[in-house]
């Protein structure tokens, strides 16, 4: 399912050119437009969920892929022995501002706990 509205669903299927770090046939990590840290990405399944509330046992396996896509981006960047931290935000109150559930994987630097 795609939602002909969303910007994550047209990076998902390539008709917008993301900045790619890792894809398979179900999620693909690209570059954070405005990032936090010298290593951000955001891992997404190429199929379209608005949240983490929307995630039906179907998805279980494809989960469980965004986080071996997200050690494979900490792994590319270097910053995989040194630390990294994902994070998925979930509706206004946690600020999702992309209603396409996305992994952030930051890294590279030292960050702080608790986040604001
Ligand atoms: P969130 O606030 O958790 O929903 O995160 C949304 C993220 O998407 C933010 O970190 C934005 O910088 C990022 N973002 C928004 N538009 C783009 C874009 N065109 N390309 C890459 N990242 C984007
Ligand atoms: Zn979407």
Not at 54 to 62: A, G, H, I, N, R
């Amino acid at each position: 399912m795609s939602d002909s509205d969303c910007l994550f669903c047209k990076f998902a299927s390539g008709e917008i050119k993301a900045d790619v770090i890792f894809e398979t046939d179900n999620v693909l990590a690209f570059r954070d437009i405005n990032p936090q840290a010298p290593t951000h990405a955001l891992v997404i399944p190429k199929r379209h969920v608005s949240t983490i509330n929307d995630l039906t046992e179907s998805d279980t396996d494809t989960v469980g892929q965004l986080f071996l896509a997200a050690r494979e981006v900490a792994r590319q960047e270097g910053t995989d022995d040194a630390g990294y931290r994902t994070v998925m935000n979930c509706n206004a109150a946690a600020g999702q501002t992309v209603f396409h559930i996305h992994l952030h994987v930051l890294g590279g630097r030292k960050l702080s706990w608790p986040p604001g």
